[in-house]
């Protein structure tokens, strides 16, 4: 999952996205934050993921064979090996868009490198991005789920208090999000890291008792599983899958952390711990069948049993913070790509830009993680919605990594697909499986999916309409210039900066201006804000100045992906270019458009009114940008769509 939850202690000296020139200090702080907010997800898949896989195995009867255990071990292990460790740890951390990873930064990559298929790479960005919210949703309700159902095995008695406890810990889990992630993330790694030493270490006791547990990393019992298992084995896989949930956060979070931190946590202790904690609970049940209840907590002692419900659910509240503030990072992207409207965006730290906050986001999250929990009642009936949204994702990713190794690394056609097919075939199975669970609440993620499929390519296909038909209407910049050079209108003492996202024609705050005013500022400036296909931008490629009469300029302010664009504060790098910007002096003229649907738009009827809607939703652009509300003068103007 993309997270923008850092480690404070780390100080993020990670800006060149790899890691290389960190001190040592700052190597092993950004290891240990990469610890807490990376893995959180995939470090407490233990609470569920072998529990689900073995009662798959076992066909609902509720008893398996020792053999039948090793089989699912095996796939565990070699899932994490092939899927996380080979696929994203080794080849994908490598694919990185300035430092910035995750699955828009990849789209914006590989659009980069191609001209012809662009349009598809972006409908697989919007497919993998619309995907990752129903990951985002289903994430805190199953892991806090399955930490708080541990108090059952202490007392029977909790089974009515486990929804209502979990809905009250979500609660307080989204209002506080509003206060900022930044004191809470220092924080997440030594959390973290106890989590994982303890798990493992719980798990060495039953490993030692019943050392053949061990066989399980020979891939031969997974081969074998799966051939005498029929369909019932590939339902199996479909759980296994759980194991793996979890592993996009190792390029999401890329930017944040950087490639040998994150590779580093991975190999010496997350995937260690992971592989103990899944063999030991393979031994419990290699002694007791019954203990399928719930392995991960019957492996521990009863006086341990508290302490541990309680460690599980701090550290499910961790991969839940990881995930909720990967959704605000990704729909601040999505923004910034033209996939959604604008939203407001608060950000939470004065040291770190990546720390937001997104009210709308949150609010929007916690009514769907409310209903999810109220819906299902359990992590088992949730753990069935649980994975069609990953493995969607990573099929995606596979594809678009495909592209990028391709045309951005240079490698022959045949050499990219003979590195990727083998993953992507993989990820196809891992789909397949899943998909066999939609009836029984695989749907959930698809229909959130889809939903937020729509809203961006109806916003997109929107907004280009939209682009066209103002285009033709507006009236060519220069040509305006030229006319008001050689008849200048009365002119009025200041500057006036006219925002548009065309600057090649007349912004239509300035026509509406000249129409109803019949004056001019002695200064004009024609200003377009652009977003690049980069995550940032080097300050000295942020402003661009062209004069175009004595009178008038434009400005072009160039902000990147992940940035949030403050236009005041650029604008202050425009003096060194020789334009004297007095924000006391200046005027901001911006044009409101009222939206109605027209006869024929190339949008179906029902679509035109969609994009009205999300319009009107958009936050106000004087906010987004954080210009000075005294210092706005705003135009309406109605257009049809």
């Known amino acids: 999952m993309t997270s ?37 997800d995939i470090g407490t898949s233990p609470l569920y993921a072998l529990r689900e896989a073995v009662i798959a195995a076992s066909g609902g009867a509720g008893s398996i064979s020792p053999q039948a255990v090793l089989g699912v071990l095996s796939l565990i292990l070699w899932a994490l090996i092939v899927v996380v460790t080979l696929k994203y740890v080794v080849i994908l951390l490598r694919a990185d868009n300035n430092g910035e990873g995750g699955t828009l930064a990849l789209m914006a990559l590989a659009q980069r490198a191609v001209t012809r298929a662009a349009g598809t790479i972006v409908l697989l960005g919007i497919i993998s991005g619309a995907l990752f919210y129903g990951d985002a949703v289903i994430t805190p309700a199953l892991s806090v789920l399955s930490a708080i159902e541990g108090v059952k095995l202490v007392t029977a008695a909790f089974d009515p208090y486990v929804v209502p406890v979990t809905i009250v810990i979500l609660l307080v889990l989204f209002a506080v999000q509003s206060r900022g992630t930044a004191r809470v993330a220092a924080f997440f790694g030594p959390i973290m890291a106890i989590w994982f030493a303890v798990i493992a ?76 904690n899944y063999l030991g609970q393979g031994a419990l049940l290699i002694a007791n069948p019954q203990a399928v209840e719930n392995p991960f907590f019957l492996m521990f002692p009863d006086w341990a049993l508290l302490p541990m419900v309680s ?36 950000h939470t730290s004065e040291s770190h830009s990546g720390q937001i906050y997104i009210p709308r986001i949150n609010m929007l999250l916690l009514v769907a993680v409310t209903l999810l929990v109220l819906m299902f009642r359990s992590s088992s009936a949730l753990a069935s919605a649980y994975g069609i949204s990953v493995t969607g994702t990573m099929v995606v990713t596979g594809m ?19 590195l990727i097919a083998p993953f992507l075939f993989l990820d196809l199975t891992f789909l397949a499986a899943n998909l066999l669970k939609v009836l029984e609440g695989g749907w959930v993620p698809l229909a959130l999916g889809a939903v937020v499929m729509l809203l961006m390519y109806t916003w997109r296909r929107g907004s280009r309409l939209l682009f066209e038909k103002s285009r033709k209407l507006e009236f060519p910049l220069a040509d305006l210039v030229a006319m008001l050079e050689k008849r200048p ?73 992940m940035e949030s664009p403050n236009v005041p504060k650029t604008l202050a790098i425009a003096r060194k270019l020789g334009w004297h910007f007095d924000i006391m002096s200046t005027s901001f003229f911006l044009s409101r458009r009222a939206l109605k649907p027209a006869a024929h738009s190339g949008m179906p009827r029902w679509q035109d009114h ?23 003068v705003e135009v309406g103007t109605q257009v049809t769509v």
């Open 4 to 40: 923008d939850v850092v480690a404070t202690a780390a100080e993020m000296p990670a800006a060149n996205g790899h890691g290389d020139a960190h001190s040592t200090a700052g190597f092993k702080a950004l290891m240990l934050g990469s610890i807490g907010v990376v893995y959180g």
């Open 201 to 276: 270490i719980a798990a060495i006791t039953p490993i030692m008792r019943h050392p053949e547990v061990l066989f399980a990393l020979n891939p031969f019992h997974a081969v074998w599983f799966m051939l005498h298992h029929g369909i019932i084995g590939f339902v199996t896989l479909g759980a296994v899958f759980l194991a793996v949930t979890g592993a996009e956060a190792l390029y999401a979070d890329l930017g944040h952390f950087g490639k040998r931190p994150i590779q580093t946590a991975w190999l010496l202790i997350v995937l260690p711990s992971l592989a103990l």
């Open 311 to 346: 460690l599980a659910t701090i550290a499910t509240v961790i991969a839940s913070q990881a995930v909720i503030t990967g959704a605000y990072s990704l729909t601040r992207q999505a923004i910034q790509l033209g996939l959604l409207p604008r939203f407001e965006i608060r």
């Open 400 to 418: 678009m990594g495909f592209v990028v190794i391709w045309k951005v690394w240079k490698w022959s056609a045949v050499a990219a697909a003979a």
């Open 489 to 561: 209108p009365q002119r009025v003492p200041g500057t006036a900066v006219f925002l548009t996202s065309d600057p090649v024609s007349a912004p239509t705050a300035l026509m509406h201006s000249l129409k109803h005013y019949k004056v001019l500022h002695e200064k004009n400036v024609i200003l377009t804000i652009e977003t690049a296909p980069t995550p940032r931008i080097n300050p000295s490629e942020r402003v661009r100045l062209e004069e175009i009469s004595q009178t008038f300029s434009k400005v072009t302010l160039r902000f990147g992906f």
């Open 610 to 632: 969609l994009f009205i809607a999300l319009s009107r939703t958009a936050n106000d652009a004087t906010d987004y940008f954080q210009i000075p509300t005294g210092r706005v």
